[in-house]
């Protein structure tokens, strides 16, 4: 029997494991402020994941993927505020259904365009969002933006809660493992889907949207769908941030916010599956380093997105896979 | 209709015609980098801003913040496009050494470096300038106002009205009849060609980008001594230039004007008759003609 | 009966008449070769029949359905497959997913997003098999950008090929490709062909190749049909023999005789 292409599988889960224990492990060893950072990062991966989706995998360059992170956050906030639902399942259940319907509308209006066009496409309609967001402040609050009681919240269907004296630091380590397992998830089911016929479509309208075409795919409907699952991972990543924050804003809707998911995945790299992950997480702590070490943390991150374009345009994923076959072939 | 009513209406006019003249400024320097060399510069609004703050802190160092005579007046209006010329440098400085050597590499790639560009300029300005608000005021105080009706109108703002035109025609003139504007126009429709022409496209390109720098440092210049220059301008101001391209069509000229004065006669009447969804409505416009006409109303196929 | 047929197809760019008129028939298991001067309209009517450019008028009728105003995709499910004269494949997907991702679109298998694409065996082994047709077995793992020029003509025959489709239509497939390789590549495409009972109209230069493997020869000029026949038929008509002459140099009849 031929060998099959493609990842061995039992490797892959030993190190998908090992990776996974290192993450559960970590808050015992890193303490309280470090593990609500790795918290933001973990939903900032997902958010990452879901973009590269369009970027890496389908070759359209959405500058509007705020759109969808602020619609699973706000749809959080609106359940909490309107309905007094406080189940945070419950509120993954509607942010995802909210996203799906935004990203399905916007999505399907992108798609008819690629290249330059799609990104404008998309940033414009993001903008949309973002000044009804800023402008029906009797609604979202405006600038002030919407809380999140997190000590309303609860987990499991209503089996944890955080009520009472030492709620913050209850909430950070079970929030952290209710992330890390819902990131989990995403990782495996965003490695399926690149790893399906579907996925393998969706490279191939990447590289060749003609010749696609001409093998039978339907390439702007897989365009389409591409979208709405690269939206349905943002949402979810803005759904899990809004709790941790707290509070929402029109900040998070701004096109300079898509501009950052962008970042993200550029500086982890996008023409690999982990990428995204380890430059969101790196975007993370890059970013809070730089807003408490210097008020012109603008200024730092931009210097480190020239430089990266510059030198390093596969990314920190893309960069030490280089070096280690290097290494490997000496 | 009363004559106060009136008033209002025409003052309402001029000052969708100011907002259009700065617009155009913006918006013209962006549709033009993009024309000759297919580049959309995410920094292009923060340039803009940049332009606004030189200005306003070279009128302010030298003639200090108070109204004086008109011999004062001349000085500082002869000032004030400094800023524009700043701008200039910058684009020549920035075209070669971070531009250039990514033009063989994806276009995402450009546009990720003008967004590192956006971010580093954002801070450089609040770096230079302080987190204040910097205005050259003193200009719109000393030339005073005029009369409408009931009501008075700054004579500052009839001036960037004036600007405006004078530049729309001025950049018409540049690019239909001079021999760079010939130069121009070859290299954007075909880059190869021009290049095997014999034509510099280096030098073009540079050329291309600092005259597009000019453009959105002369808005800022403009518009600084009726608006005050703060943070976040620029950031603003891009996406709406965005939509004026994107409505006139990428790398038209032409185009930037119309779009220009639809954006701002919309604008202003969203402001009085639908304020919550003034912003939606305008980029629900720009959606709607990407999806339509993707070369815009004036574009080229 | 025909399996394919075109009725008054038309479609000009400007003044050019780059398809005038055309009334074609192709035979069911025929390999048919299109031959002509450059410009004569060859790439242009297999664009308009595979759907690549709109029909500005006539019709095109594929086993006994009106396929004129089908999209791209809609003529591969029903059996139009092709390749390409400057090679149009995935780059940066392996050999191997190259042609695996056109088995799964041709089993309807694209949409599942659900499942891992290298661990269903039986695309597994029919991809291997289609790979070891084509002499490329031994570069599956690579990326189809690192393949040589031959190999990559290959592959974009192979990707046409494992559509399995009714109807094939090859154009230049030995284009660009070093005079050694052309026979080799020519006679896999010949032996798969016809081993499968494929239809195949091919785009050709090489009137060598063409008078080898062709039941049929038909001659366009100027957007138009010119003479079609059997190789002996074309080898003696002289009409066709000023055409070709004119634009393919004075060798392209002699070395066969």
Redesign the interface.
């Known amino acids: 029997m ?1 060998a ?4 061995s599988l039992p490797r892959l889960l030993v190190v998908a494991a090992l990776a996974a224990a290192v993450l559960a492990l970590l808050p015992m060893g890193i303490g309280l402020y470090q593990t609500e950072l790795l918290i933001y990062g973990l939903t900032f991966a997902i958010a990452a994941l879901g973009f590269n989706l369009l970027l890496g995998y389908t070759g359209l360059l959405s500058f509007g993927h705020s759109a969808y992170f602020g619609m699973g956050a706000y749809t959080v906030a609106f359940i909490m505020r309107d309905l007094h639902i406080y189940s945070m399942e419950l509120c993954i259940l509607g942010g995802l259904v909210a996203s799906f319907l935004l990203s399905a509308l916007f999505g399907y209006v992108c798609v008819r365009h690629t290249r330059i066009f799609f990104s404008i496409l998309a940033l414009a309609l993001s903008q949309v969002l973002w000044s009804l967001a800023f402008k029906f402040f009797w609604v979202t609050g405006g600038t002030d933006g919407i809380r999140v009681p997190r000590n309303q919240l609860t987990l499991l269907a209503g089996f944890l809660d955080f009520k009472g004296a030492g709620a913050y630091q209850k909430f950070v380590y079970t929030y952290y493992y209710y992330v890390l397992v819902l990131f989990l998830i995403a990782v495996a089911v965003m490695w ?2 690149v ?7 969706l ?2 309208i ?3 949207e ?9 390439v702007r409907r ?1 365009r389409w ?1 591409a979208f709405v ?1 690269s939206g349905m991972f943002t949402g979810l990543a803005g759904i899990l941030w809004a709790p941790l924050n707290g509070l929402t804003t029109p900040d998070i809707l701004y096109w300079p916010f898509s501009g950052e998911i962008v970042f993200m995945t550029v500086l982890g790299g996008f023409r690999t599956f982990t990428g995204p992950i380890v430059g969101a997480i790196a975007f993370n702590y890059l970013k809070v380093y730089a807003v408490a070490s210097s008020q012109y943390w603008q200024l730092v991150l931009g210097l480190v997105l020239v430089v990266m374009v510059m030198v390093l345009p596969t990314g920190i994923v893309g960069t030490i896979a280089h070096l280690l076959g290097k290494l490997r072939r000496r | 209709m009363n004559g106060e009513k009136m008033d209002t209406s025409i003052i309402q006019v001029l000052n969708s015609i100011f907002y259009a003249a700065v617009l155009f400024l913006i918006a013209a320097g962006l549709s033009l980098i993009y024309g000759v060399m297919r580049i959309v510069n995410l920094a292009h609004g923060t340039l803009y801003a940049l332009g606004a703050y030189v200005s306003a802190w070279a009128v302010g160092s030298v003639f200090g913040a108070t109204a004086g005579g008109n011999w004062v007046l001349a000085g500082q209006l002869l000032l004030l496009p400094i800023g524009a010329f700043a701008i200039a440098a910058v684009g020549a400085v920035i075209e070669p050494t971070l531009l250039r050597p990514l033009y063989r590499r994806p276009e995402e790639y450009v546009l990720l470096i003008t967004f590192g560009l956006l971010m580093i300029l954002e801070d450089v300005m609040k770096l230079l300038f302080g987190g204040t608000p910097l205005s050259a005021g003193s200009i719109l105080d000393s030339m005073g106002s005029m009369r409408i009706g009931e009501l008075l109108y700054p004579t500052y703002n009839l001036l960037v009205i004036g600007v405006g035109i004078a530049s729309a025609i001025g950049l018409w003139a540049f690019v239909y009849r001079t021999r760079f504007g010939v130069i121009l126009r070859a290299t954007s429709q075909d880059r190869r060609m021009a290049s095997a022409l014999g034509l510099n496209v280096g030098r073009v390109y540079v050329q291309a980008f600092a005259i597009g720098c000019f453009m959105a440092g002369l808005g800022g210049a403009v518009v600084v001594p009726a608006q005050a220059a703060v943070l976040g301008m620029g950031v603003d101001a891009l996406i709406l230039a965005f939509v004026v391209i994107v409505i006139g069509g990428l790398g038209s000229l032409e185009g930037a004007l119309v779009g220009a004065l639809i954006v701002s006669f919309v604008r202003t009447a969203g402001i009085q008759f639908f304020p919550e969804i003034e912003l939606a409505v305008l980029y629900l416009i720009a959606a709607a003609v990407l999806l339509i006409r993707p070369t815009g109303l004036f574009g080229r196929v | 009966m025909a399996i394919l047929q075109t009725i008054d197809l038309k479609r000009y760019f400007g003044e050019t008449r780059a398809v005038d008129n055309v009334n074609l028939s192709i035979e069911q298991g025929e390999f048919v070769s299109l031959v002509g001067p450059n410009g004569a309209g060859k790439t242009s009517l297999i664009n308009v029949i ?1 759907a ?1 450019l709109p029909a500005e008028s006539g019709r095109i009728i594929f086993r006994g359905e009106d396929i004129t105003r089908t999209s ?2 809609e003529r ?2 029903a059996g139009i ?2 390749s ?1 004269q400057l090679v ?7 050999t ?3 042609v ?3 088995i ?3 089993q309807g ?12 065996e039986d695309v ?2 029919e991809a ?1 098999g289609i790979l070891d047709q084509f002499g490329l077995g031994a570069k ?2 690579g990326n189809a950008r690192d393949l040589a020029q031959g190999e990559r003509k290959l592959l974009d025959v192979a ?2 090929y ?2 399995k489709p009714k109807l094939l239509f090859l154009d230049e497939p030995t284009s660009g490709v070093s005079t050694r390789d052309k026979g080799q590549i020519m006679d896999t495409i010949a032996s798969v062909v016809r081993g499968e009972g494929i239809t195949a109209v091919i785009v050709e230069h090489d009137m060598d190749v063409v008078f080898t493997y062709s039941d049929r020869i038909v001659v366009m000029a100027q957007g138009a049909i010119l003479a079609q026949g059997t190789p002996d038929e074309i080898r003696r008509n002289e009409q066709v023999a000023m055409v070709l002459l004119g634009s393919s140099g004075p060798d392209a009849f002699t070395r066969k005789d």
Do not use: C, E, W
């Open positions: 031929p099959t292409t493609g990842p399926v889907i790893h399906s016929p579907f996925g393998k479509a490279q191939a990447r590289d060749n003609t010749r696609a075409g001409f093998i039978g795919v339907p897989y769908m699952i | 595979s690549l791209t995709t591969v499910r497959a092709r390409f149009n494949v995935f780059d940066n997907l392996t191997f997913d190259n695996a991702l056109a799964f679109s041709r298998k694209t949409a599942n997003l659900g499942s891992l694409a290298h661990l269903d597994n082994r291997d599956r793992d990707l046409a494992a559509l």
